[in-house]
């Protein structure tokens, strides 16, 4: 059973304008939390993460919010950029044990 | 800087064939891991290792095999190719204890 959910398969975007993108967990172990990009033939590549002792972490556009009662994280991209547009995974781990549980990902689509 | 180094980047298989995955990385890491990735299901960890001779299962480990005799090297086996290993296979490696991993851009692997 997958313990990291994505349960959006796609997302299409207007240029400009906010991506959401959310993910959903169900082991209360995990302490650490991680989005991963990936564009076709390439491998994922590490976007953003964030601990379970805070609840928002930002990076220039990119900005990871986490809602650990709900077990909830979300990223949001703000203006979204037609470059954006790529397979997004969420993961999460318990800090220190190296091991990372990856969701089903999330294809963006941000149209001109 | 090449990082994380997979070869080859494509292969076709016949069912029963056996063949080697190739991972290098040159960024002295302790932690080396093996994912599958397959449509609706994410990034999925076959095998993992801590270090020079020390590797353990993940997730889907049947029908694989791992070694690690070298900090630098995570070759992945398949003992006797099936259908069902129709994937593309990423490579990933990180610091002990690290909150990110790097991956490789992958191996797309198709049984017959």
């Known amino acids: ?112 | 800087n090449a990082g994380v180094t997979q070869t080859p980047k494509f292969q076709v298989l016949k069912t029963g064939q056996s063949m080697t995955l190739q991972c290098a990385q040159d960024m002295n890491h302790e932690y080396m891991s093996w994912y599958r990735q397959d449509p609706g299901m994410g990034l999925r960890l076959i095998h993992y290792s801590v270090g020079a001779g020390i590797t353990d299962q993940g997730e889907v480990p049947n029908g694989y095999n791992v070694s690690r005799s070298t900090t630098e090297d995570f070759p992945l086996r398949l003992l006797s190719a099936a259908p069902s290993q129709t994937s593309v296979y990423f490579c990933a490696s990180s610091e002990q204890g690290a909150t990110e991993a790097f991956f490789g851009q992958g191996t797309r692997l198709t049984v017959v």
């Open chain 1, 1 to 112: 059973d997958q313990q990291v959910k994505q349960n959006s398969p796609s997302l299409s975007v207007q240029e400009g304008r906010i991506s959401i993108l959310n993910c959903d967990y169900t082991n209360s172990m995990f302490d650490y939390f991680l989005w991963y990009k990936k564009y076709p033939a390439e491998g994922p590549t590490f976007l953003i993460s964030i601990s379970s002792i805070k609840d928002k972490n930002e990076d220039g556009r990119f900005t990871v919010f986490l809602n650990k009662s709900a077990k909830h994280l979300s990223l949001h991209i703000v203006p979204s950029q037609p470059g954006d547009s790529a397979v997004y995974f969420c993961a999460a781990s318990v800090i220190g044990f190296n091991k990372f549980y990856f969701g089903s990902g999330t294809k963006l689509n941000v149209k001109p």
